[in-house]
């Protein structure tokens, strides 16, 4: 069975400086796809990025960006210039290429102070 | 894209009683997932509702405790039964409109707590 861990329960950073929030998974399978989602107070889950694992470029939406290293099964998500909106729960997820749910990681709670 | 709605959005139980929620999507998805979250905690699969047959349950959850039924292509209902403060959480509906690298989209949760 897949899982995915997120080692660091809760991070914190400045408004406009960089973070790093981890992410490792185990799984067997060659093909899969990886997530980031974030989880504000409103508890609205919303897709942050994703990244297929056949792809060696690491996948990139304007201030966010991941660094996906198949061979250490890691996925890393990168948050470039940090605002207070960015303050969230943020999830790590893995999905098989044979199109089952998401499975999750336990979560990574970033706080932005100004 | 898919928008869901749940219904209701929270509610307070008692033990002993059941709950059912429902969760309608605004277009037709290949597949549909109940997720259970605990407070403060992440999201566990409960189950994939699966058309017009038994759902496929995850380990630890059992159709008797979780009966969850979806007609059609757009619709499906999850049932809290014979509830226990242990129950209390956010159940989440989630939806994925196609295979591969489709977003996977979640409706607002309902949020259930039982004294």
């Known amino acids: 069975a897949q899982t995915v861990t997120q080692s660091q329960p809760e991070m914190s950073v400045q408004e406009a400086e960089t973070v790093t929030l981890s992410c490792t998974y185990d799984?067997?399978?060659?093909?899969?796809?990886l997530f980031w989602y974030k989880q504000p107070p409103s508890r609205q889950m919303i897709l942050v990025i994703r990244q297929e694992a056949y792809k060696q470029q690491n996948a990139t939406e304007n201030r966010f960006s991941v660094n996906f290293q198949k061979a250490a099964k890691s996925f890393s998500l990168k948050i470039s210039d940090s605002q207070l909106g960015d303050a969230a729960m943020y999830f790590c997820?893995?999905?098989?290429?044979?199109?089952?749910?998401?499975?999750f990681g336990k979560g990574t709670t970033l706080s932005v102070s100004s | 894209s898919a928008v869901i709605s749940q219904k209701p959005s929270r509610d307070i139980c008692q033990r002993g009683t059941s709950l059912t929620i429902q969760c309608q999507v605004d277009s037709q998805v290949t597949m549909m997932f109940w997720y259970r979250q605990q407070p403060g905690q992440s999201l566990t699969l409960i189950a994939t509702?699966?058309?017009?047959?038994?759902?496929?349950?995850e380990s630890g959850f059992v159709i008797d405790k979780f009966p969850i039924s979806r007609p059609n292509l757009t619709f499906s209902t999850l049932t809290v039964s014979n509830m226990s403060p242990e129950d209390s959480s956010i159940y989440l509906c989630?939806?994925?409109?196609?295979?591969?690298?489709?977003?996977?989209?979640f409706g607002p949760g309902t949020r259930l707590t039982v004294t």
């Open positions: 989630s939806v994925l409109p196609g295979l591969g690298l489709n977003e996977q989209y």
């Open positions: 997820a893995y999905r098989s290429a044979l199109g089952t749910a998401l499975i």
């Open positions: 799984t067997s399978e060659s093909d899969y796809y």
């Open positions: 509702a699966n058309q017009g047959s038994e759902a496929t349950y």
